[in-house]
């Protein structure tokens, strides 16, 4: 199985700051990560696709780099709507392996 | 507009079994696929297994294989995930999430999920 690394797991932030995450796989997975953002209770919302395509209603404040084994995701100026967990998975083959999750919290 | 309703939660006992549907509407059930994945309290996700709408055909991750069943029922555009021999740490919220047959590059749209609690 592909084992996906993300890191920080936590990260302390504040409003108007710019955030990265990494995301790291244990074998090259081309391009086929996805981005996800988790609210307390709620189901998943996506992100970010294919590493880097901005899914349809999503802020542009948020992308996507990388290909292979590295990829990042920015949210390039946090907004209060944004503190929430983030997860990144994998799609280049079975079975589909997430990251641990980021939480990003307000500092 | 695209939605996917999944049932209500569920507390069952230590052995017992449950099945946990998905009912989608706004577009064509046979032309997207459906995995499973499951959240424990406090816990990241993990992916159960895949379901092919078109043809029935799944692919089911080796921890849960023999233990899960997944179903579609095509008159109803409602697909089914079936858990049998349920222990204490299968207690997690299931959500069913839309993908791609062919080409699948994310879940682009998710059930609310489904808590199932195991206690006796």
């Known amino acids: 199985d592909i084992q996906m690394t993300q890191s920080p797991s936590t990260l302390s932030a504040s409003v108007g700051d710019r955030v990265t995450i990494t995301c790291r796989a244990s074998?090259?997975?081309?391009?086929?990560l996805a981005w996800y953002q988790q609210k307390p209770g709620k189901a998943p919302k996506l992100l970010i696709y294919q590493a880097s395509t901005l899914e349809s209603g999503v802020p542009s404040r948020f992308s996507g780099s990388g290909s292979g084994t590295e990829f990042t995701l920015t949210i390039s100026s946090l907004q209060p709507d944004d503190f929430a967990t983030y997860y990144c998975q994998q799609f280049n083959n079975y079975p589909r392996t997430f990251g641990q999750g980021t939480k990003v919290e307000i500092k | 507009q695209v939605q996917v309703v999944q049932s209500g939660g569920e507390v069952q006992k230590p052995g017992a079994s449950v099945k946990v549907s998905c009912k989608a509407s706004g577009y064509t059930f046979t032309t997207y696929a459906f995995s499973w994945v499951r959240q424990a309290p406090g816990q990241g996700f993990e992916w159960m297994g895949w379901l092919n709408t078109n043809n029935g055909n799944t692919n089911y991750a080796q921890k849960f294989q023999g233990r899960v069943t997944m179903t579609t029922d095509t008159s109803t555009s409602t697909a089914y995930m079936e858990l049998r021999s349920l222990r204490s740490d299968d207690t997690a919220v299931y959500y069913c999430?839309?993908?791609?047959?062919?080409?699948?590059?994310?879940?682009?749209?998710w059930g609310q999920g489904t808590m199932v609690t195991v206690s006796s």
């Open positions: 999430a839309r993908e791609k047959i062919d080409s699948a590059d994310a879940f682009h749209v």
């Open positions: 074998q090259s997975i081309s391009r086929w």
